[in-house]
C-alpha cells in the first residue's frame, strides 16, 4: 500500500472517530435539549436524506473536477458542524449542524473511497477496500467507548471539543497530503455518462439492490435486536454490549483477510455466501434460546458479512473504471442510506403488527431477496 493510501486510511479513521464518538449519545443529548417526537425525527432525518441525495451528484461531479477539493469542501462542512456543537443547544441549531453533517458526508465518504478505488492496483481492488474499510469499523468499535469516557469526566462538551480539534485539524492536513486524481492523470473526464449503458448494466444494478437489502437488514439488527434480548431473553446490559459488538469486532478482523480472498476467487461467488449466510441466520436469531447462541449466530453473521462486504465493493470498484468511481459509490450511498432510513419505519409497522420476532423474518426474508436479484443479475451478465 502507497503513503497516498495510508493518509486516506489514517484521514478516516481519526474522522469517523470523532463522530463514533458523539452517536451513542447524541439521542440523549437531544432528548435533554426538550426536542419534541417531530422536531427528533427530524433532526435524525435530515443527515440520512441529505447524504440520499447529495451522493451520486457529488460522486459524479468529483470524477471530472478532482478529489481534493471535494474532500476539502467535505471536511469544511464538518469543521463546521463541530464548531456548531460548541453553541448553546437548540432545535434549529442541531437541525442545521444534523444537515451539514450529511452533506459533509456526501462529500468526504464518497469522494474518500473513490479515491481509494483511484488508487487500487488492478486485481487488488479487494484487498485495498478491506483494508481501507478497518479504519471505519474500527473507529466504530473504539469511539463509543472513548466517548463514555469523555462524556462521565467532562459531558457532551467534552465530546464536542475532541470533535472540533478532529476535524479542524483534518481540515488544515489532510488535502495537502492526498493526489488530485484528474491533475496527476491530465484525462479529465468532461463526456456526459452514457444513462443506457449504466441502467442495462445488470451486474451494478444487482449489486445495489444487494447493497440496499443488506442496509435494511443491518439497521433492523441494530434497532431490534437490543430490544428482542431485553424483552424476550432478560439478558443484562453487558451481554447485550458485547453481543451488537461481536460482529463488527470480527468483521475487523476478518476484512483484509477476505478482501485477499475477494482478489484470489470468484467475487460474486463470495458476495452470494456472504449475503445467504447473514440472511439465513437473522431469520434464525428469534430462536435463540440464550446468550451462547444469540453471540455464535451474531459471530457466524459477521463473518459472512466480512465475506460479502469486500467482494462486493470490489466489483463496485470494477464498475467504476467504467463509469467513474465517484459516481458508482454515490449510487453505492444512496441505495445504502434509503435502506437506513427505510429500516426503522417498517420495523416498527412489522412490531406493532405482528409482533418483535417478526421483524427479524421480515430482515432475513428481504436480505434473501437481495440475494436472488444479485445473483439473477449477475447471471444476466454473463449471459450477454
Avoid at 503513503?3 to 478516516?12: C, E, G, H, P, T
Avoid at 419534541?36 to 425525527?41: E, K, M, P, Q, V
Avoid at 436524506?49 to 469542501?73: H, Q, Y
Avoid at 464518497?110 to 479515491?115: D, F, R
Wanted: glycine share 10%; net charge positive; aromatic share 14%.
Amino acid at each position: 500500500m502507497g503513503i497516498y493510501f495510508r493518509i486516506l486510511f489514517v484521514a478516516n479513521f481519526f474522522i469517523s472517530l470523532g463522530f463514533a464518538m458523539v452517536d451513542p449519545f447524541f439521542p440523549i443529548y437531544v432528548k435533554d435539549i426538550g426536542a419534541s417526537g417531530l422536531h427528533f425525527a427530524v433532526i435524525f432525518s435530515v443527515y440520512t436524506l441529505a447524504k440520499m441525495i447529495l451522493s451520486p451528484w457529488i460522486g459524479f461531479c468529483s470524477d471530472r473536477l478532482g478529489r481534493r477539493s471535494f474532500i476539502s469542501i467535505g471536511l469544511g462542512f464538518y469543521a463546521g458542524v463541530s464548531l456548531l456543537y460548541l453553541c448553546p443547544p437548540s432545535v434549529a441549531l442541531l437541525i442545521t449542524a444534523r444537515l451539514f453533517q450529511g452533506i459533509g458526508a456526501a462529500f468526504f465518504r464518497t469522494v474518500i473511497v473513490a479515491l481509494v478505488g483511484d488508487q487500487s492496483p488492478k486485481e487488488q481492488e479487494g484487498t485495498s477496500i478491506g483494508t481501507f474499510d478497518i479504519s471505519f469499523y474500527s473507529a466504530l468499535g473504539i469511539g463509543p467507548v472513548v466517548g463514555a469516557i469523555v462524556r462521565s469526566h467532562f459531558g457532551m462538551p467534552g465530546i464536542f471539543k475532541i470533535l472540533a480539534v478532529i476535524t479542524l485539524v483534518s481540515l488544515l492536513v489532510v488535502p495537502f497530503l492526498i493526489p488530485d486524481v484528474q491533475r496527476q492523470t491530465g484525462q479529465p473526464r468532461w463526456a456526459r455518462i452514457d444513462r443506457a449503458a449504466l441502467i442495462k448494466r445488470w451486474i451494478l444494478i444487482g449489486l445495489i439492490g444487494f447493497i440496499f437489502t443488506r442496509a435494511v437488514g443491518i439497521s433492523l439488527f441494530t434497532i431490534f435486536l437490543p430490544l428482542y434480548m431485553e424483552s424476550c431473553l432478560a439478558l443484562e446490559n453487558l451481554r447485550i454490549g458485547i453481543i451488537m459488538g461481536s460482529g463488527t469486532l470480527l468483521m475487523m478482523v476478518f476484512l483484509r483477510p477476505m478482501g485477499l480472498l475477494a482478489d484470489r476467487r470468484n467475487r460474486r461467488t463470495l458476495v452470494l455466501a456472504g449475503g445467504v449466510t447473514a440472511s439465513v441466520l437473522t431469520c434464525y436469531l428469534p430462536y435463540a434460546s440464550g446468550f451462547w447462541s444469540l453471540l455464535s449466530m451474531t459471530v457466524i453473521m459477521g463473518l459472512g458479512s466480512a465475506v460479502s462486504l469486500p467482494a462486493s465493493a470490489a466489483i463496485l470498484m470494477e464498475e467504476g473504471e467504467r463509469f467513474g468511481m465517484g459516481l458508482v459509490f454515490g449510487l453505492f450511498n444512496t441505495a445504502m442510506n434509503i435502506g437506513f432510513a427505510a429500516a426503522p419505519f417498517l420495523g416498527n409497522f412489522i412490531m406493532d403488527t405482528r409482533g418483535l420476532s417478526f421483524v427479524f423474518y421480515l430482515s432475513g426474508i428481504i436480505g434473501i431477496a437481495g440475494v436472488m436479484t444479485f445473483y439473477i443479475c449477475s447471471m444476466a451478465r454473463f449471459r450477454c
